[in-house]
């Protein structure tokens, strides 16, 4: 039998018909929904007179348009928005189709509430109308972003008619120095291939730096993977993994463990699997990363200066580097650190759980949030809230001067009322840096959550290497 | 989707690389739950100034430009959200096509399957458009033959690729669920052998919330 690599052995064991050389009809084992890029295909369903075929395979959460205020009931108070939640209730009612809706205690965002309760395993398919599907890399399953039509054809057949993608393999060493997470990684590697480096291919990471990686540390980078452009990204699941999905699955015990495990251990890359694209990086060289521009692949570690224009040759690279300077009002050549930002956002499927509200709190330590700064913090889930609060953290982050708000996606795209006014500058978390992302005219710099908190506490862009061991300056 | 096998339009150029789906169309025009009246969010921000009046200078707002219906775009065009609203907005604003030397994928299935026809070049080529473009100053006639994947304008004309499985979509106009349908004998054997083999992804998401409800 020849060598295969996981993405392979992936879409084989899926694999209901081979259509052509390109396409094969594939099989998916879980269908996220949110309450934007469904409605359409409940609608289209229903003009053909169509079925959900397998119910019990989808699932449905409230998540970008929910206003995040803390009020109790959740109310969304934009007609619009409101409808839309409601539609989907009503659409999944209809269908039988499992829903955490707007006033769920464990609502949030989709790429949070369905992992954190073990509905992620080894091995799956996993498809949802979000782009950031594939966080779900992490844990060894295949998962993507589609659009609306795919959505109903899911619905409908509980496949996808889908083409094959080729393999990049992206190989991570070293141990990430203090003051580093996956996040810093994740935008150093996108600074490099840049934002289409990785069209028409699925990226398997792999490399000693992962090991020490948390699973949660792993979804942000397999989160990422899609802002280079790639069709989906892979972890091979190691004992970390495995034992994250084992502790959220108590149904997976005694003879079927057994075999689960048995299973999962044939999630590998062969050896001789040929992958036609492969990158390395040496995670010990890798400094905290910001971004500069409009565009997720235009970013430099904070101790390092916008590339200046004569530096670039290609033509349309250079087009965009002063079309990106114009919009976020900063200078080529200049550094990044010490620039006064209004807004700090902490949360989003990137960087909105347990773990990144404690390095949050790691960093501020007995700080306050500086004058004149605006900091939010939105959970990722009803599950990250509690958990927050039962530790202290969000104690600590109110007593700091933080908003701890209701959770769901809120300014990573703000599609609720969480919208920045124009020219306000946001140290941000989130994944996407585009031209009016967090409303009009704003200006978004991402980065990992310890970096945002020392924008915070600090009022400007900042390196927190400088923070770190001096907590109480 | 309809049948298609021949585009004669007007192209004009969008020199921006990377250009997202969110500026394609913004947030506060997703917020219905059918497809319409997607055409006047399109380039939302790029079309009208603060206040929502047409910014003179932006050229689909030049009455030389209103017979616009190919872009000719800057690479990996459609990047980031999924949203399907951007397809959408495009074809009811008018688009036929859009050329691009590469174009993200969710969005080029999106697209390809509502019948938006996206067309791969290399850069030199989209350059060499774009220029012709410009140096017209108002869109020039395009003629597209989507048979033979040939584009013609004035001064060029390129062969284009695209996957049998698009190609016919485009000539015959098909009902993807339809067709997928006419398997489902297969997959609903495929999924009870899947299960046998992995009985712990069975009904996983009715369970966990079964679980967590109860």
């Given at each position: 039998m020849s060598s295969k690599t996981l993405y392979q052995k992936l879409v084989d064991s899926h694999t209901v018909v081979k259509l052509d050389e390109e396409n094969v009809l594939l099989f998916c084992d879980l269908h996220l929904m949110n309450e934007y890029t469904s409605p359409q295909a409940f609608a289209g369903l229903n003009e053909k007179d169509r079925g959900v075929l397998i119910p019990g395979q989808n699932v449905s959460v409230v998540s970008h348009i929910i206003p995040t205020h803390n009020e109790a009931p959740r109310r969304i108070a934009d007609p619009a928005s409101s409808l839309q939640a409601s539609n989907l209730k009503k659409n999944c009612v209809k269908h039988n189709i499992p829903l955490f809706d707007t006033d769920d205690a464990l609502q949030g965002i989709e790429h949070v509430v369905s992992p954190e309760h073990g509905m992620v395993r080894p091995g799956m398919v996993i498809i949802c109308g979000d782009s950031h599907t594939t966080t779900y890399g992490a844990l060894g399953a295949l998962g993507f972003g589609i659009g609306t039509s795919e959505v109903e054809h899911v619905l409908a057949t509980q496949t996808l008619v889908y083409r094959l993608a080729k393999n990049m393999r992206i190989q991570i060493n070293g141990v990430l120095p203090v003051g580093t997470t996956s996040k810093d990684m994740i935008l150093n590697i996108i600074s490099q291939i840049g934002a289409k480096g990785a069209i028409g291919y699925v990226v398997e990471f792999c490399g000693s730096a992962?090991?020490?990686?948390?699973?949660?540390?792993?979804?942000?980078?397999?989160?990422?993977?899609v802002e280079a452009g790639a069709r989906g990204a892979l972890i091979a699941p190691d004992k970390t993994a495995i034992d994250y999905v084992l502790a959220r699955s108590p149904d997976i015990v005694g003879e079927i463990k057994d075999r689960a495990l048995a299973h999962w251990a044939g999630l590998y890359s062969d050896k001789d699997a040929l992958f036609e694209k492969e990158y390395a990086f040496d995670a010990t060289d890798m400094a905290p990363f910001v971004t500069w521009g409009t565009s997720p692949d235009q970013a430099i570690a904070i101790n390092a200066s916008i590339p200046t224009k004569d530096s670039i040759k290609d033509?349309?690279?250079?087009?965009?580097?002063e079309q990106a300077l114009k919009y976020t009002k900063l200078a080529d050549g200049q550094a990044l650190e010490g620039t006064p930002i209004e807004h700090v956002f902490i949360g989003s499927c990137t960087n909105g759980r347990i773990e990144d509200l404690r390095n949050v709190v790691a960093v501020i330590g007995n700080r306050k949030v500086a004058a004149g700064v605006r900091?939010?913090?939105?959970?990722?889930?009803?599950?990250?809230?509690?958990?927050?609060?039962?530790?202290g953290i969000a104690d600590k982050l109110i007593a700091a001067g933080f908003e701890w708000r209701k959770p769901g996606c809120s300014m990573c795209l703000a599609m609720n009322d969480d919208v920045l006014t124009s020219g306000t500058r946001c140290a941000s978390t989130t994944n996407r840096n585009f031209e009016g992302r967090q409303g009009r005219g704003a200006i978004t710099h991402l980065m990992s959550p310890a970096m945002a908190a020392a924008a915070a506490v600090t009022g400007k862009i900042t390196d927190v290497r400088k923070l770190q061991g001096t907590e109480n300056a | 989707m309809h049948k298609q096998s021949t585009i004669q339009g007007h192209a004009a150029a969008l020199r921006i690389a990377n250009f997202d789906t969110d500026q394609v169309m913004p947030k506060q025009f997703l917020r219905g739950i059918d497809k319409s009246g997607l055409a006047a969010g399109l380039f939302y921000d790029l079309r009208f100034?603060?206040?929502?009046?047409?910014?003179?200078?932006?050229?689909?707002?030049?009455?030389?430009?209103?017979?616009?219906?190919?872009?000719?775009?800057?690479?990996?065009?459609?990047?980031?959200?999924?949203?399907?609203?951007?397809?959408?907005?495009?074809?009811?604003?008018?688009?036929?096509?859009?050329?691009?030397?590469?174009?993200?994928?969710i969005f080029y299935s999106n697209a390809m399957g509502n019948g938006l026809l996206l067309i791969v070049l290399s850069e030199d080529q989209v350059q060499s458009l774009m220029k012709e473009a410009d140096d017209e100053g108002a869109p020039i006639p395009i003629d597209i033959d989507i048979e033979n994947l040939t584009v013609r304008t004035q001064q060029h004309e390129f062969k284009f690729t695209m996957s049998a499985r698009h190609h016919r979509m485009f000539l015959e106009g098909l009902d993807v669920i339809g067709l997928t349908l006419k398997y489902k004998s297969q997959i609903d054997s495929f999924a009870q052998s899947h299960w046998e083999k992995q009985p712990w992804v069975k009904d996983v998401a009715r369970k966990t919330v079964d679980r967590l409800t109860a």
């Open positions: 992962l090991e020490d990686l948390s699973t949660e540390a792993r979804f942000t980078l397999c989160n990422m993977a033509p349309v690279d250079r087009l965009s580097l900091a939010m913090v939105v959970p990722g889930s009803g599950a990250v809230k509690a958990q927050a609060e039962r530790e | 100034d603060e206040n929502g009046k047409p910014k003179p200078d932006f050229f689909l707002n030049k009455p030389t430009y209103t017979s616009t219906d190919v872009l000719i775009a800057g690479p990996n065009y459609g990047c980031g959200s999924s949203r399907e609203h951007a397809v959408w907005g495009m074809q009811q604003f008018g688009f036929k096509a859009v050329i691009a030397s590469s174009f993200a994928e």
